[in-house]
C-alpha cells in the first residue's frame, strides 16, 4: 500500500509539471501574437509608447528597478498599457476595457474594440 501511495505522488508530480509546462509555453504563444510589441504609458508626461517585444525583453533581462524609460520624458514612472486599434482614436489607455452590451469596448472612444 505504501508504494500506491508513492505512485500516486508521482503521478500527481508528473502532472502538475505538464500542467506548468503548458502553462508557460502557452503565454509563450501569447505574447508572440502581438507583433507590434507592448504598449506603455508615461505617468508624468502622459506619452504612450509602443516597444518590440525583443526591446521589452532587452529591458526586461537588465533586471530594471522601475519601468521602460519614457522616450519623451525618460522618467521610469511608466506602465503597461493597451492601445485602442480603432481608426481616429488609437489612444494608449491603463483603464481596463468596457464592457457595453456585453461588447468590449475601448475606454477612450467607447466604441466596440474589433
Ligand atoms: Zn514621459
Ligand atoms: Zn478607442
Same mark, same amino acid.
Given at each position: 500500500m505504501k508504494q500506491a501511495g508513492s505512485i500516486a505522488i508521482a503521478i500527481a508530480l508528473i502532472a502538475s509539471s505538464v500542467w506548468l509546462y503548458r502553462h508557460f509555453s502557452g503565454d509563450q504563444r501569447q505574447s508572440q501574437d502581438f507583433p507590434e510589441g507592448a504598449h506603455w504609458l508615461c505617468l508624468k508626461c502622459n506619452q504612450g509608447f509602443s516597444l518590440s517585444l525583443k526591446e521589452v525583453n532587452r529591458w526586461a533581462n537588465s533586471e530594471p $528597478? $522601475?519601468?521602460? =524609460? *519614457? =522616450? &519623451? *520624458? &525618460? $522618467?521610469?514612472?511608466t506602465t503597461r498599457a493597451k492601445k485602442c486599434p480603432l481608426p481616429g482614436c488609437g489612444k494608449f489607455y491603463v483603464e481596463r476595457n468596457l464592457v457595453i452590451d456585453d461588447k468590449v469596448c475601448c475606454p477612450v472612444c467607447k466604441k466596440p474594440l474589433p
Open positions: $528597478a $522601475a519601468g521602460y =524609460p *519614457c =522616450p &519623451k *520624458c &525618460k $522618467a521610469v514612472e
